[in-house]
Structure formats: structure tokens, C-alpha cells
Nanobody
Framework: QVQLVESGGALVQPGSSLRLSCTASGRSLEHYAIAWFRQAPGKEREGVSCISSSDDSDYYRNSLKGRFTISRDDAKKTAYLQMDTLKPEDTGVYYC?????????????????????WGQGTQVTVSA
């Protein structure tokens, strides 16, 4: 497994932008798909985005397409989530996770159960 640390969460106003970072300690991220999840108070954790390790294909929750962008810099052992035009409903704890892309793994599904390594989360609050 790989150890992950998220950063970049903040309290921002609606319409603002934030960039979250997910940095690995120890081993490189280059052989791992990286995903972002979020969890709002009282709700289940949901998949936000996933980027593959093989060809950097990226996938998004349908409702977030066009506002969120995932990227990775394997040389820095860091993945990013750029979030634009933030809305109050984007509020929650954001987690990054890493997974080896094995036979039955589909980055596009962004399923929490597919990911073995998780960060501790970073709080994003969107409020006027």
C-alpha cells in the first residue's frame, strides 16, 4: 500500500476555485490509479473523479463534469483535483485513494471498494 496525504481544503465562497493535492510518501504513484471521493455530513462517501495509471484517462461523476479536473504528476508523487465554480453542495471531506489497476478494476466506476490506500481527508466548505 501507499501512504497518502491530502491538502488544500478551505472555507471558500460560492463560485470560488480550489485545488486539492494528494501526495504519496514512500513509493511512487506511477503504477496506481488515483481517485478522489467526498463525504458530506450524514451522507455516504461518493466518487468524484479517477485518473488511470496506464494512459492518464480521467473520469468524473456526471454531475461534476466541466467543473472539476483531475491530474497527476508522478515525478512529484502528487495528484490534484482542481475544483472550479464551487457550490455549497460541494461541501464535505475530500479523500484521495490509490489502487493498482488489476484485472477487475475500472477507474470509470470510481468505487470506494476498489481502493486499498486512503488519505485522512481534507475539509472543503463552500459557504457565503
Amino acid at each position: 500500500q501507499v501512504q497518502l496525504v491530502e491538502s488544500g481544503g478551505a472555507l471558500v465562497q460560492p463560485g470560488s476555485s480550489l485545488r486539492l493535492s494528494c501526495t504519496a510518501s514512500g513509493r511512487s504513484l506511477e503504477h496506481y490509479a488515483i481517485a478522489w471521493f467526498r463525504q458530506a455530513p450524514g451522507k455516504e462517501r461518493e466518487g468524484v473523479s479517477c485518473i488511470s495509471s496506464s494512459d492518464d484517462s480521467d473520469y468524473y461523476r456526471n454531475s461534476l463534469k466541466g467543473r472539476f479536473t483531475i491530474s497527476r504528476d508522478d515525478a512529484k508523487k502528487t495528484a490534484y483535483l482542481q475544483m472550479d465554480t464551487l457550490k455549497p453542495e460541494d461541501t464535505g471531506v475530500y479523500y484521495c485513494a490509490a489502487a493498482r489497476e488489476l484485472v477487475d478494476f475500472f477507474c470509470s466506476l470510481i468505487r470506494p471498494s476498489d481502493f486499498a490506500s486512503w488519505g485522512q481527508g481534507t475539509q472543503v466548505t463552500v459557504s457565503a
